[in-house]
């Protein structure tokens, strides 16, 4: 393929090294793979210049996806032809789909996260699992919620295999890191957010706060690691505790589960109380 630039490439190279995490940070740059992250990637960055900054293609995926080429050149996309090795380099995946865009990182401040007037908010505490946390990035733009935040030892929202988790949704709504979860909570409460721990040692099930109107209250759902939930502590800081009530036989949820229908009760709860209140002053 001549003319494409293979694994050896120093460019190539210095992408590659974006699948670690130091060096994302570093660079306030990573790597969304695959045809659907690289599509909302290109969108974005119609939206706002500068945001992807390279788009690596090999031919065979170039002669697939010919509109989305189209789309990047575009948007000011450099795109770069590179070889099937090369374009293997740069993925994760067993099965790469032959095309990557190197964005730039695209994170905000908590206080931008959250805006003037949030109504939910989805809170990853030490999750640490990327498959899940970018699956909750996917849920909560699904259900409308205001932001979703990586809180204290919680994975990367960067991480290759978060990335292709959210299926794009990385680029659809605020994304922000807060390292000390205490003082993030202090700020949620003073934004207005009822403080919401999920567990399933709480006394209070997701179908009794609903009746109890709990659900209609602008909403900041915390969750916790896959393997030992929330730290009491935050348990303890939270406004009320909920857990999802099992009603079959199964022991638990995994955190996505467990995210989409707590997302979903917030957001189906806020659609109800802004029909009611419309109906009131009609």
């Not at 790597?31 to 969108?43: C, H, Y």
């Not at 695209?106 to 970018?134: F, H, Q, R, T, Y």
């Not at 990335?163 to 949620?188: C, N, Q, W």
């Amino acid at each position: 393929m001549d003319g494409a630039l293979g694994e050896r490439s120093s460019r190539i190279a210095s992408a590659h090294r974006l699948l670690r995490r130091s060096r994302r940070v570093e660079a306030r740059e990573f790597l969304a793979e695959g045809v659907q992250a690289v599509t909302e990637a290109i969108a974005y960055a119609k939206e706002e210049p500068g945001s992807v900054l390279e788009l690596y293609v090999t031919a065979d995926a170039g002669q697939r996806h010919v509109e989305l080429v189209r789309a990047a050149f575009a948007a000011g996309v450099e795109v770069t032809q590179v070889t099937t090795r090369a374009a293997s380099f740069l993925s994760d995946t067993q099965a790469p789909q032959g095309i990557v865009a190197r964005c730039r990182m695209i994170d905000v401040s908590v206080a931008e996260a959250i805006g003037s007037a949030p109504k939910s908010v989805a809170v990853l505490v030490n999750a640490n699992d990327p498959g899940n946390a970018g699956t909750v990035v996917r849920l909560a733009d699904a259900s409308g919620a205001d932001a979703v935040i990586f809180a204290g030892e919680s994975v990367d929202a960067f991480n290759p295999k978060a990335v292709r988790a959210s299926a794009g949704s990385i680029f659809h709504l605020p994304l922000a890191r807060a390292t000390d979860v205490s003082e993030l909570l202090v700020e949620l409460a003073a934004a207005g957010l009822n403080l919401v721990a999920t567990t399933g040692a709480a006394e209070v099930d997701l179908d009794t706060a609903g009746d109890d109107g709990l659900l209609d209250l602008p909403t900041a759902w915390l969750f916790g690691s896959e393997a030992h939930g929330l730290p009491e502590h935050v348990i303890a800081a939270a406004d009320v505790a909920l857990k999802v009530p099992i009603h079959g036989k199964a022991e638990s949820l995994n955190l996505a589960t467990a995210a989409a229908v707590c997302l979903y009760a917030t957001a189906s709860a806020h659609r109800r109380a802004a029909k009611v209140q419309d109906q009131t002053h009609a």
